[in-house]
């Protein structure tokens, strides 16, 4: 797919973050009612350790020049699926989405091809309110993958924070602690393994990647059933801005779930955030991991506010000659 005439494409670079920020703070806004990224966050996609912004990134540019889409590919861990977004101005550059797909699907072809795959599996995020980007995505062949529900309660009438059941104590992760922290990424490790999707993150990876999303240790938390710990509460800065506490990850270990640990985890941080005076908690849930039961999260006042589909599609290696090829 091309450009509507007049209009261009080109690589970003770091000297763009104020215009695609922009970008991206009016396609959050239409999508879930909010600017949900920060400069950080875009100079992080374009400078991540499985990104090249000269290859893996494009803006899209109106005939004034002005920025007005965005799209770029994420890999966590270089590893397993490709995650692309396109962002655009929900005013002016919505028709621009399915070039951009594009670009990024042959750009993916490549990177198949680059790390010896017969393919790779992209996945593409649609909001609620995205019904055109979602008839994109199908139109180009995507399927529906998964739903993602975010969750929220107020924190105005939160109860008081209840006695932990017999034998369940909480308490906060010790961040100056190096066994503390490798105890808290092997709860979190082992709990995630039997979960659909997940990617193992070796510890020096993840220890690195845990404070890109803020790192409030006070707001971590470790549980213990008869002093072993079970139990593991990452929180997130990613929604001071809208006055939330966002709890990140939340993991217990296999044979101790089902015991309240995961609720007793839960009412500890929202007591924090509380104490801090946020307005509200919240977190999201992938619907098809087996291990987060919406009832876990409604029993302690949480509720379902809006919800995300991740659509996927495999995408053949390119051929040796295409992959050689820089867009």
């Not at 590919?73 to 919505?94: A, K, L, Q």
């Not at 109860?159 to 059941?165: Q, T, V, W």
């Not at 990140?248 to 296999?254: A, E, I, Q």
């Not at 599609?313 to 992959?323: E, H, I, K, M, R």
Request: net charge negative.
């Amino acid at each position: 797919m091309t450009l509507p005439a007049g209009w261009s494409a080109r690589r970003p670079t770091l000297d763009d973050v104020p215009a695609i920020l922009a970008v991206v703070h009016a396609a959050d806004t239409f999508a879930v009612g909010y600017p949900d990224f920060d400069a950080a966050d875009v100079e992080a996609a374009l400078s991540g350790p499985y990104v090249d912004p000269s290859r893996d990134s494009w803006l899209a540019l109106d005939p004034d020049g002005h920025v007005v889409g965005w799209t770029s590919i994420d890999n966590p861990t270089g590893t397993g699926r490709e995650f692309v977004d396109v962002y655009v101005d929900p005013e002016r550059g919505r028709q621009l989405r399915g070039s951009l797909l594009a670009r990024q699907l042959d750009r993916v072809a490549e990177r198949a091809a680059e790390r010896s795959l017969p393919a790779l599996t992209v996945r593409c995020a649609a909001f609620e309110p995205e019904r055109d980007w979602a008839r994109v995505l199908r139109d180009t062949g995507f399927t529906l993958a998964k739903r993602y529900v975010r969750m929220h309660r107020s924190l105005a009438d939160l109860p008081a924070e209840p006695p932990s059941p017999p034998g369940v104590a909480v308490r906060p992760v010790d961040p100056d602690d190096e066994l503390d922290l490798r105890e808290f990424h092997r709860i979190f490790d082992t709990a995630f393994r039997d979960t659909p999707d997940y990617e193992p993150l070796g510890y020096a990876e993840w220890r690195k990647k845990v404070t890109q999303h803020g790192t409030s240790w006070d707001e971590w938390f470790v549980a213990e059933v008869d002093g072993v710990a079970v139990g593991a509460l990452q929180s997130s800065d990613q929604a001071l801005d809208q006055d939330e506490g966002f709890v990140r990850s939340l993991s217990v270990l296999p044979g101790f779930r089902r015991r309240g640990v995961g609720a007793a985890l839960l009412r500890r941080a929202f007591s924090r955030y509380a104490e801090k005076g946020r307005a509200s908690a919240g977190l999201g849930v992938d619907l098809t991991n087996p291990t987060t039961p919406l009832s876990l999260y409604r029993s302690v006042g949480l509720r379902e506010t809006r919800w995300t589909d991740m659509y996927e599609l495999v995408v053949p290696a390119a051929s040796t000659s295409a992959a050689s090829k820089v867009g």
